[in-house]
């Protein structure tokens, strides 16, 4: 007999979560930088020191504008968002879900949690950068509303987007 995947908790995460996020971290950004990008640009011992140190920065709290949420499911950390202001714009700074939970809805559910926070905040408008050649993620941040930045469409190697945070429907 087989059960639906569960449904993922979306949480903030702790310091506790470092390992199984750094590895996600790698992980996803293996899946559309192989190929395009030297490993070890990547996936090689500096880099997984350097981003091992920003997702411990992270998880220190140290910016109360900042924050990380994680989607955990049954099978642990499933999915990743880091998100703080950047010259007055809420920036997604990262946000990956296991390549083998792709397509079950933690995306879509880390997303909406995101946009919730946003609002919370008052952000009227969020931005962020994907990597040129990651037509998944591009694909998925459409469905949910991001579009080309029209004065900053490019970053290097990154289109840049832009998403307008929804207002309340039930405001008066």
């Known amino acids: 007999m087989s059960f639906p995947p569960s449904v993922p908790v979306i949480r903030t995460a702790v310091p506790d ?4 996020i750094a590895a996600l971290h790698a992980e996803a950004r293996a899946t559309y930088y192989r190929g395009h990008l030297p490993e070890d640009d990547y996936d090689g011992p500096a880099e997984r020191a350097r981003t091992r140190a920003g997702w411990t920065r992270a998880l220190a709290g ?10 955990v499911d049954d099978s ?14 809420m ?23 995101c946009v919730t926070a946003w609002r919370r905040a008052g952000a009227g408008t969020a931005r962020l950068e994907v990597y040129e050649h990651n037509r ?12 080309p930045d029209p004065h900053h469409p490019r970053h290097d190697t990154h289109l840049v987007l832009r998403f307008e945070v929804p207002v309340p429907t039930d405001r008066p």
Do not use: K, M, N
Request: contains cysteine; glycine residues 12%.
């Open 62 to 71: 140290e910016d109360p504008d900042a924050a990380v949420l994680c989607a």
């Open 136 to 147: 998944r993620a591009q694909s998925f941040y459409a469905r949910h509303g991001w579009y």
């Open 91 to 113: 920036t997604l700074t990262q946000f990956h879900v296991a390549p083998a939970r792709w397509r079950r809805g933690i995306g879509g559910a880390l997303h909406a949690a």
């Open 76 to 89: 642990g950390v499933a999915g990743i968002a880091a998100y703080r202001p950047l010259e007055g714009i």
């Open 17 to 20: 979560d470092l390992d199984a």
